[in-house]
T-cell receptor, first 113, second 112 residues
Framework: QQQVKQSPQSLIVQKGGISIINCAYE??????FPWYQQFPGKGPALLIA?????SEKKEGRFTISFNKSAKQFSLHIMDSQPGDSATYFC????????????FGKGTLLTVNP | DAGITQSPRYKITETGRQVTLMCHQT?????MFWYRQDLGHGLRLIYY???????DKGEVPDGYVVSRSKTENFPLTLESATRSQTSVYFC???????????FGPGTRLTVL
């Protein structure tokens, strides 16, 4: 049972464009939604995270949009750069489960120069 | 500050052999986690630990054993390796009272 569904599997964007990755979840107990960035040969690293009490969070070029009623959240990368080329994972967790993360399957982002 | 180290970084073993992957942290974070990463599956939780001597199963625990006698170490043992356990294994930590999980560099395990 996949509790966090992520799309698309892969994404190609031109430099300067907007990259959008979407996730949907099923468990209404989830109350923490992070995005992780992973470069080849490295471990995932936290990029940005949101809690359901806000609908949007922005950090630099990265923005999370959150829709509680639709049980969806998305990552927007503005002015995408070749250095943003990586695999991105959405995840979700709840305090009731010791904040164990349930991950989406990942999106491979390629930003062409 | 080393943070999280995993050893070995690469391991090739044969079916049926026992292999132990090590995870060491220098932060004294309460929580430690083991994930496996496979193409098409993302990251799946194998086991986690809330403190020394406290461990619990994750999503895919079969075929794995963990222990945590010291806060800083969280070894993962494959008692009898199978080809389906070929994967990249990541250790992660989280400090009690915070949200962020920090991941180690990973161990690439190949079972022949």
């Amino acid at each position: 049972q996949q509790q966090v569904k992520q799309s698309p599997q892969s994404l190609i964007v031109q430099k300067g464009g907007i990259s959008i990755i979407n996730c949907a979840y099923e468990n209404t107990a989830f109350d923490y939604f992070p995005w992780y960035q992973q470069f080849p040969g490295k471990g995932p690293a936290l990029l940005i995270a949101i809690r359901p009490d806000v609908s949007e969070k922005k950090e630099g070029r990265f923005t999370i949009s959150f829709n509680k009623s639709a049980k969806q959240f998305s990552l927007h990368i503005m002015d995408s750069q070749p250095g943003d080329s990586a695999t991105y994972f959405c995840a979700a967790s709840s305090g009731g489960s010791n904040y164990k993360l349930t991950f989406g399957k990942g999106t491979l982002l390629t930003v062409n120069p | 500050d080393a943070g999280i180290t995993q050893s070995p970084r690469y391991k090739i073993t044969e079916t049926g052999r026992q292999v132990t992957l090590m995870c060491h942290q220098t932060w004294s974070h309460s929580y430690m986690f083991w994930y496996r990463q496979d193409l098409g599956h993302g990251l799946r939780l194998i086991y986690y630990s809330a403190a020394a001597d406290i461990t619990d199963k994750g999503e895919v625990p079969d075929g794995y054993v963990v222990s945590r006698s010291k806060t800083e170490n969280f070894p993962l043992t494959l008692e009898s390796a199978t080809r389906s356990q070929t994967s990249v294994y990541f250790c992660a930590t989280r400090h009690r009272g915070t949200d962020t999980q920090y991941f180690g560099p990973g161990t690439r395990l190949t079972v022949l």
